[in-house]
C-alpha cells in the first residue's frame, strides 16, 4: 500500500509485468492493481485497499480462532486434572468445575470457533475474487462458481436443520 521509495529493480519488473498483463489480456478494460485511481502512485488503488482489508481480516480471524481455541483446551485440561481424595470429593469437584464451565459460557466460547474460522474463510475467499476481478475475469467467473458453490452448501446444511427436525446436518450455528 506504500509508493517504493527506493526506485529498486522490483518496482520496475512489476511495472513491465503491468504492461505485458495487460497487452495479454486487451480485451480488459479494468485497471491493474498497481495503478491509482488518479494516476497518483503514492495513492494505492481502492481495490488493493479492499484487498487488504479482506485479507487481513481474515488472517487475524483464523488467528484469533486458534488462539481461543488454544486457551479452552487448557481450561479443560484444569477442568479434569487435579482430582484426588474420596469419590464423593471428586464428584462435588467435578460438579463445581462444570457449574463454573456452564456459568462463565465456555460452551458458547467453544461453538464460537467454528464460526470465526467460516467467517475467516468467507473473508479470504472474498478477497480472492476482488483480486482476481481486477486481474482476470475468466478466471474470476470460473472462481466465483466455485466460491458460490461453497457458499450455498453451506447454506443449506446450515439452515436445512431448521426445516427438517430428522435432519443429520446440525451444527452449533
Known amino acids: 500500500l506504500q509508493p517504493d521509495s ?28 498497481s495503478q491509482a485511481d488518479n494516476g497518483n502512485p503514492s495513492i494505492p ?12 481480516s481474515s488472517l487475524v480471524t483464523s488467528l484469533s480462532s486458534a488462539s481461543i481455541g488454544i486457551l479452552v483446551k487448557q481450561w479443560l ?10 469419590s464423593r470429593q471428586i464428584a462435588r469437584l467435578r460438579q463445581r468445575r462444570l457449574n463454573s464451565l456452564i456459568k ?9 470457533l467454528p464460526v470465526l474460522l467460516q467467517t475467516a474463510l468467507y473473508l479470504f475467499l472474498a478477497g480472492l475474487l ?6 482476470h475475469h475468466a478466471v474470476f467467473i470460473v472462481d466465483l462458481v466455485l466460491v458460490g458453490a461453497l457458499f450455498l452448501f453451506s447454506a443449506i446444511v ?9 435432519c443429520c446436518y446440525i451444527s452449533p450455528q
Open 6 to 33: 527506493s526506485g529498486s529493480a522490483t518496482a520496475t519488473l512489476a511495472a513491465q509485468l503491468n504492461v505485458l498483463l495487460s497487452l495479454q489480456s486487451n480485451n480488459s478494460t479494468q485497471v491493474p492493481l
Open 45 to 56: 488503488l481502492s481495490a488493493a485497499v479492499w484487498l487488504n482489508i479482506l485479507w487481513f
Open 77 to 86: 485440561q484444569e477442568y479434569s486434572g487435579g482430582l484426588s481424595g474420596t
Open 104 to 112: 462463565w459460557g465456555v460452551g458458547t466460547i467453544v461453538a464460537l
Open 158 to 166: 446450515t439452515l436445512l436443520p431448521v426445516v427438517a427436525n430428522t
Open 130 to 135: 476482488l483480486l482476481l476481478w481486477n486481474l
